[in-house]
């Protein structure tokens, strides 16, 4: 049974940082992308970055790039994802998600579903000007 664990959501003003975790169990390490995800009240799902487990490149959403740092622990089986120069539109539930790779090591930045994905409960992230 796959299962994942995310931790690290909290409250912070304009230009803080965070840094969110997720510890994977029953799911392949370094054969997949892992990747995180928001959900802003009111709005659809949206992907934040994303990465592949053997030293391919990760992927980012325009919004965070150069801010945002996705990276990977495929010993720990774990996906972190380092936020600074957080801004209030950054906020959300932030969602992260085990998933099939497209063409043979792509993980892009869209929402994945279907057969092979799984997704965390999810943590807060709340960014105040």
């Known amino acids: 049974q796959v299962r994942l664990v995310e931790s690290g959501g909290g409250s912070v003003q304009a230009g803080g940082s965070l840094r969110l975790s997720c510890a994977a169990s029953?799911?392949?390490?370094?054969?997949?992308?892992m990747g995180w995800f928001r959900q802003a009240p009111g709005k659809e799902r949206e992907g934040v970055a994303s990465?592949?487990?053997?030293?391919?490149?990760?992927y980012y959403a325009d919004s965070v790039k150069g801010r945002f740092t996705i990276s990977r622990d495929n010993a720990k089986n774990t996906v972190s994802l380092q936020m600074n120069d957080l801004k209030p539109e950054d906020g959300g539930m932030y969602y992260c998600?085990?998933?099939?790779?497209?063409?043979?090591?792509?993980?892009?930045?869209?929402?994945?579903?279907?057969?092979?994905?799984?997704w965390g409960q999810g943590t807060q992230v709340t960014v105040s000007s």
């Open positions: 029953g799911y392949p390490a370094g054969k997949n992308c």
């Open positions: 990465i592949f487990g053997l030293g391919k490149d990760p």
């Open positions: 998600a085990a998933f099939l790779s497209y063409n043979g090591g792509q993980c892009y930045t869209r929402v994945p579903s279907g057969v092979g994905t799984y």
